[in-house]
């Protein structure tokens, strides 16, 4: 389904589809995906055990990644990072780990159901680099220039308008700053029935 051809209400429909499954997800993460979640993935996909084990579980618990974007790119000491699309947090707590005290870890998604967890941790936690906001991958709440780094896992194949993500993350991204993602990418044509589905863009 292309962009250009996405009516403003369909985009809002689509929207309105994977936020009602991500609250469904931050209840409960198991059921809903085609690919394993949770610590087990992430282990699986190259994630360093002391990363998760200074992570609350609940975080891990919630994590449905589908790749490792610090296996393209990993934060060093003092770097600001922003994970879009951060769900439960996971990225952005390993980010915030990597870059320390000196450095700044940012988690934005559009799902607040999603960003409970990783909220209620930051408040009953000691770590001072990480935050978590609201918001949307196609209109960041930041300042041009605001990140070294830019990192997403498992979220801009939901996004109806790539166009207008691309150019906010690039938008936020400090000149000669670093992107990584992880995604799913469409390798065949998509059956007609699937195409109109609306529910099929958060599956
Ligand atoms: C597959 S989950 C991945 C979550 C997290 N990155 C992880 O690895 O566990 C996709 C996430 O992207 C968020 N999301 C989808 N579309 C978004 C958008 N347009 N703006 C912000 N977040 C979005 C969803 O709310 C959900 O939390």
Known sequence: MSTE??????KAEIL?????RYRAVASDPTGHFCYPVGRESAVGLGYEPEWLNAVPAE????FVGVGNPFSVRRPVKGQSVLDVGCGSGLDA????ALVGADGRSVGVDMAPEMLEWPKRAV???????IEFREGSVEELP??????????SNGVLNLVPDKDAAFQEMHRVLRPGGSFAAADLLVVASIPADVLT???????
Do not use: H, M
């Open 142 to 151: 930041f300042e041009d220039e605001s990140f070294d780094l830019v990192i």
């Open 123 to 129: 408040a009953a936690g000691t770590l001072g680099n």
């Open 5 to 10: 051809r996405l009516t403003a209400k369909r």
């Open 93 to 96: 707590f390993v980010a915030a």
């Open 197 to 203: 589905d609306v529910d099929a863009w958060s599956t």
């Open 16 to 20: 309105n589809s994977v936020k009602e």
């Open 59 to 62: 975080v891990v618990d919630r």
